[in-house]
Each structure stands twice: as structure tokens, then as C-alpha cells.
């Protein structure tokens, strides 16, 4: 199941906006939760009380705040969640690379442009929902989710990939095969130590690459350009 907010203070076009992504759901088929918010303070609270999203539509200026600093507490309290602004101020679009934002919409084209973007989270999602990666031993054999994996660091002669539970798994291998078992464009190289996942990547600047943890790594020039191009194309693959 699905679990979608919405935010809008305008009371009609939220109601609007809801009826909107419900009928969309009915109509494909698929189960879900749409919890609607009229405040911004209200989202935030269920935020940090632990509650769960897979998508967050948002208006960008509300009264209380703006959607930028709205993206960045989602972001904190859900990394995964895919954020989508629905807007009459595409000035701020400038800043949807610092903070992943799936898309935005128009509100003058919320008939024509919300669907297809709903199209375009499904996509993501489903290509993400099966992907997987196994740590085979003497004693067990763990999968775990490509989406769970956050990064991948070399330490001495063993892997260490760092999830977004908190957890930690060892794998006695290099970080390049490790990375060819993968067998996935959704990861790459920022350095010589550290194989990164692009769905993970919260920021870029300079030559720091922020992750959903809060973790930072630097990337040399070079890196830094394969890993922007590496996004380009995930983003026109995803997003």
C-alpha cells in the first residue's frame, strides 16, 4: 500500500488535489493511504512522530514556511520519499538538484501534469522495488534491497555497505566487485573508496556529495563530473 500527504493551505484546490490522486489510484489499481494537510506545521509534526510516506505533494509557499525548507524536513525525516511541488512559482525549480525533488507542477496544469508525473513515481518505484543484492557466506546468504543500501566503503580488504536502517554489512570482497554484482547504473564510483547510490543523494556542492544519512563525501573533479552526468541520466530515466 501507498501512503500519500498532501499539503495545501488553500482548502478547495487541496480537496481538489486529493480527489485527483485518488481517482488516479482507483483507476490504476492501486491501494493507498491520502492523508491531506492544510498546514505545514501539521505534516512536520506527524514527520517527526515517525509517520510514513511514499509521497509528499506540497504546495511551495504556505503561510507558516516555505516548500524549500518543508523539502528539507521531509528530507531528514524521510529520505526515500519522493517530493512533488505542486506550485505557481517555478523560480524555485533551480533548487530542485540540492534537494531531489521528483517533480513540479503547475497548479494551472494539475489535469494535464499530475498524472503523468504519478506515471513517472510508479515507474520509480516499481524499478526500485525488486532490485536486490546478496551477501553469500559459509554460514548464510542475506539480500538486501538496492534501495536500502545508502553507500558502499572500502575498508582493508573487506566492503562495508551502509543501509538506511543504520545497519552495516561486511562483505570480504573488493569495492569493484562488489560494484559489478550490482550490476545496476543506479550506483557509482565518487571515489576511489566509496561507491555511492544515486537515489540516495540528497545534495551536490562543490566537491561534496551529501547522502540521505548526512554523510558527506568529497569527490575529486573528475568523480564529480561522472557523478552529475550518472544523475542526468538517472533523473531523465526516473524523474
Known amino acids: 500500500m501507498l501512503h500519500v500527504a498532501v499539503c495545501e493551505d488553500n482548502g478547495s484546490l487541496l480537496a481538489d488535489i486529493k ?5 488516479y489510484l482507483k483507476e490504476n489499481n492501486i491501494m493507498a493511504m491520502v492523508e ?3 498546514r505545514s506545521d501539521l505534516l512536520k509534526y506527524d514527520l517527526q512522530e515517525g509517520k510514513y510516506f511514499d509521497i509528499v505533494l506540497s504546495d511551495i509557499e504556505m503561510p507558516d514556511t516555505d516548500g524549500m525548507k518543508l523539502a528539507e524536513q521531509i528530507r ?25 525533488i521528483f517533480r513540479y507542477i503547475p497548479k494551472s496544469s ?30 548464510k546468504i542475506e539480500k538486501i534491497m538496492h534501495k536500502q543500501i ?20 561486511k562483505v570480504r570482497k573488493s569495492l569493484s566487485d ?31 556529495i551529501w547522502l540521505s544519512n548526512g554523510v558527506c563525501l568529497h569527490a575529486s573533479h573528475t568523480r564529480m563530473e561522472e557523478v552529475k552526468n550518472r544523475m542526468t541520466i538517472y533523473w531523465s530515466e526516473y524523474v
Do not use: W
Request: charged share 30%; net charge negative; glycine share 4%.
Open 19 to 23: 480527489e485527483k490522486v485518488q481517482k
Open 36 to 38: 491531506t494537510y492544510d
Open 76 to 100: 531528514n525525516c524521510l529520505p526515500d520519499a519522493i517530493i512533488i511541488f505542486v506550485t505557481a512559482y517555478l523560480k524555485y525549480a533551480v533548487d530542485a538538484y540540492e534537494l531531489d
Open 110 to 139: 494539475l489535469d494535464e501534469k499530475l498524472p503523468r508525473a504519478l506515471d513517472d513515481v510508479l515507474k520509480r518505484i516499481q524499478s526500485q522495488a525488486n532490485r536486490s543484492y546478496l551477501i553469500q557466506t559459509a554460514t
Open 150 to 169: 545508502i553507500y558502499i566503503q572500502k575498508d582493508g580488504k573487506n566492503a562495508m555497505i551502509i543501509c538506511t536502517d543504520g545497519s552495516v554489512k
Open 178 to 208: 562488489v560494484y559489478k554484482e550490482l550490476h545496476s547504473e543506479d550506483f557509482v564510483f565518487v571515489e576511489r573508496g566509496s561507491i555511492v547510490n544515486l537515489a540516495q543523494i540528497t545534495g551536490i556542492r562543490k566537491d561534496e
